[in-house]
């Protein structure tokens, strides 16, 4: 009796969400960035990059995280002949 212990994710898996959540922390520091104050405005914290680009960097890991955790890899025909 050769049994195995089945985790319910793969090495896959765990490689894809790692990079998923390397691209959100990407995408928090995008959004990083000195703020306004009382006695001061900054206007830099209407740029592009902090309200647009960086959003949309952080739903992409999101999306992505989403798939790396549904993503099943193609089983062995060793293992489906059991």
């Known amino acids: 009796m050769n ?7 793969s090495r896959i898996n ?3 969400l ?3 959540i390397a691209v959100i922390l990407v995408g928090f520091i995008l959004m990083s960035g000195k703020g306004t ?3 001061s405005f ?3 914290i209407f740029e592009t990059r902090r309200i647009v680009v960086a959003p949309v960097v ?3 890991g ?3 995280m989403v798939v790396a955790i ?13």
């Open 14 to 16: 765990f490689i894809l």
């Open 42 to 44: 900054n206007p830099d």
């Open 3 to 9: 049994k195995k212990s089945v985790f319910a994710f």
């Open 58 to 60: 952080c739903l992409v």
């Open 37 to 39: 104050t009382n006695d």
């Open 18 to 20: 790692a990079v998923s």
């Open 62 to 64: 999101y999306l992505f």
């Open 70 to 82: 549904l993503y099943r890899p193609k089983r062995n025909s060793e293992n489906t002949a059991e």
